[in-house]
RNA sequence: GCCCCGGUGGCGCAACGGAAGCGCAGUCGAUUUGUAAUCGACAGGUUAGGGGUUCGACUCCCCUCUGGGGCUCCA
């Protein structure tokens, strides 16, 4: 049972202690400001967050662009004026009076344990119920600017009265801040829905419908490339491929416990002569078929089934984002049923592959979590403890930093997850690796053990890119679109000079494509200038100009996309040049 | 789902309630070019869809669809 997950921005960077107590001042300071221009907000809460701050305000109209330019403003005489903070102690009836007109602090006040000492922050005439800490000085933030204004419920519940949030940032310097906004222009720039648009690589239609993609041409190069590597990778490894179907009965997911605990992102039942069927929102009833289709013996396990597997899932409206979160995907699934004594070496084994995997696609940064037993959990505790110190034990073996995530598991079993950095720094998690200890017992498997009784096999679900999906998302955003040579659609444009050269660019195309490479030819009737252009623009990492010189020497001018003009070179050196870089992925 | 902001030729954008325009892409023609945009012409839109207000609607109002930013960082 695999979620493709979502974008961690919790992990980003460690919240360094000064920032954070400046930035928690910041959202002091811009509540000042809001109430100076807005007297009849009422305050909700003001933290800071990983990247800055926000506070949210319920006032009688949203905020605009020009009353954030206005808070600004204010904000930056209160820094100016080098306003003290000041921390006091305060009983909970002078609180509740101080708050009074302030229901969101009452609620807050009431809220908390009756031992909890209240303390409030003042700075100028501000006052605010805050435990703090906070910086000395309303002078020490050098660098300030809000970015944005968004609806958010109060306590994030949204039977609860929504509240104007405005999100801000500070730094220790006015450096420090343009870095950060730079970053953000960055990761605009590489928007990989932008991008996906320019390069061809895919696109979504109203026609279509929400959160379903179509890939182009070069889009679906790309996918084929990286499909062929994944079941390349997974043969080695000794997995092997299964393919199943889109839909599948009702009795199906009630067994598989899907129509009870998961139906509220399921799709609506087709109807085939009167039966019910189901789009399947996951794979693993269809690979367990597998695994059931005959008495399985103890020697034949581990079992490892793996399938690209397309599933939809229904995802509120408010929450698709391009390839990010969509309502059709393709996990790159697979199920491992195994006896005990192999579970930690099975483990190992998907963590070696998950490292061969993400390094060749250029990620080199990691976090992990290791999630243990929730409140609510079904399963032998025994089992869980087994599957727990066997994660334990393969992540302590390969030497990995992990993080505990206590009760942070699913119902059905512990788990790894793995989250990648990317180019921008940004986490996005990929990976898991998730023992299962409901669907063996709901499908009653077992295997027939070396004492001639039955058992019960342990089942691991795990995926490596999540979503094939999203994962083409994060890799066009971590590249910026411009595609290593290996995973690039089209490797090399051939541009001939005039259009006496084609015949000749043709020649170095077939060559090139004998040799097992992508390759164009810009045959238009052009300047080569614009095809250089044309072809930077499209991130091709080689483009080969010929003319005359070239055709008289059965060579190429190489020009590389980032590289620049690398000069002549005979084809064959050419082609070594690139088979080496491929060697290197 | 909820809040806010959007939806205008394929794409990016203009147009006060008073003649729907520009750039890119496309097509055609000329040009035959040496490392990031050659010149010219042509073509392309029931302004997302539906309803309403008005002498008149891209523009104002309502509904639907759809895109974006958020809605789990907790005094």
């Not at 949204?158 to 953000?184: C, K, N, V, W």
């Not at 080969?544 to 055709?551: F, K, Y």
């Amino acid at each position: 049972m695999l979620d493709h997950g979502t974008l961690d921005t919790g992990h980003v960077n460690p919240v360094d202690a000064l920032r954070h107590r400046m930035r928690h001042s910041a959202a002091h300071i811009m509540a000042d400001a809001v109430l100076k221009l807005f007297p009849e907000a009422k305050m909700g809460i003001g933290p800071p967050i990983h990247d800055g701050f926000y506070y949210d305000f319920d006032v009688s109209r949203p905020f605009t662009p020009e009353d954030l330019e206005r808070i600004e403003e204010l904000m930056n005489e209160t820094i100016s004026a080098s306003h003290s903070f000041l921390r006091e102690e305060i009983s909970r009836e002078d609180a509740k009076e101080l708050f009074a007109g302030q229901p969101y602090k009452l609620e807050i006040i009431d809220g908390l344990a009756d031992e909890e000492t209240l303390t409030i922050y003042r700075h100028s005439d501000f006052v605010d119920l805050c435990q703090g800490p906070h910086i000395d000085n309303s002078g020490d933030i050098p660098a300030v600017k809000l970015l944005s204004v968004a609806g958010a419920y109060w306590r994030g519940d949204e039977r609860r009265p929504m509240l104007q949030r405005i999100y801000g940032t500070a730094f220790e310097s006015t450096e420090a801040l343009a870095d950060h906004l730079a970053r953000l222009e960055e990761a605009e720039r590489r928007d990989h829905r932008v991008l996906g648009r320019q390069l061809g690589l895919f696109s979504i239609h109203d026609e279509i419908g929400p959160g379903l993609i179509v890939w182009h041409p070069k889009g679906g190069r790309v996918r084929t490339i990286i499909e062929d590597y994944w079941r390349d990778l997974h043969y080695r490894r000794g997995y092997d491929i299964l393919y199943s179907p889109h839909i599948g009965r009702a009795q199906l997911w009630e067994t598989s416990g899907h129509l009870d605990f998961y139906r509220e992102n399921m799709y609506a039942p087709i109807d085939v002569d009167d039966q019910e069927y189901f789009l399947k929102p996951m794979n693993c009833p269809f690979h367990i078929m597998v695994y059931r289709s005959s008495l399985r013996s103890y020697r034949e396990l581990p079992l490892r089934y793996a399938e690209l597997g397309t599933v939809y899932r229904y995802e509120r409206s408010g929450v698709l984002h391009g390839l990010m979160r969509v309502r059709g995907f393709t996990q790159d699934d697979a199920h491992i049923f195994c006896r005990p004594d192999q579970v930690v070496s099975e483990v190992d084994g998907v963590l070696d592959l998950t490292f061969e995997l993400l390094k060749d696609f250029g990620f080199t940064d990691y976090s992990i979590s290791l999630s243990t037993r929730p409140e609510k959990a079904v399963g032998d505790p025994e089992l869980w403890d087994h599957a727990t110190a066997s994660l334990r034990q393969a992540l302590e073996g390969r030497n990995l930093s992990f993080d505990m995530d206590e009760g942070g598991g699913a119902f059905y079993g512990p788990k790894i997850d793995i989250h990648i950095t990317d180019a921008l720094g940004r986490s996005w998690q990929c990976t898991t690796v998730q023992f299962d200890f409901n669907l063996p017992e709901r499908f009653d498997l077992v295997y027939q053990d070396s004492e001639g009784g039955r058992s019960r096999p342990y089942m691991v679900h795990r995926a490596i890119l999540g979503s094939v999906e999203r994962f083409m998302g994060i890799l066009i955003e971590h590249y910026a679109g411009a595609f290593p040579l290996w995973l690039a659609p089209v490797q090399a444009v051939v541009i001939p000079i005039a259009d006496r050269h084609i015949e000749y660019a043709e020649v170095v195309k077939t060559g090139l494509a004998e040799a097992g490479f992508r390759v164009e030819v810009d045959g238009r009737s052009e300047r080569m200038n614009l095809k250089i252009r044309n072809a930077q623009m499209q991130k091709v990492p080689y483009m080969l100009v010929v003319g005359d010189r070239e055709q008289e020497d059965s060579a190429v001018s190489v020009r590389h996309r980032e590289e620049g003009d690398l000069g002549g070179m005979a084809l064959e050196a050419l082609v070594e040049r690139l088979n080496g870089e491929l060697a290197r992925k």
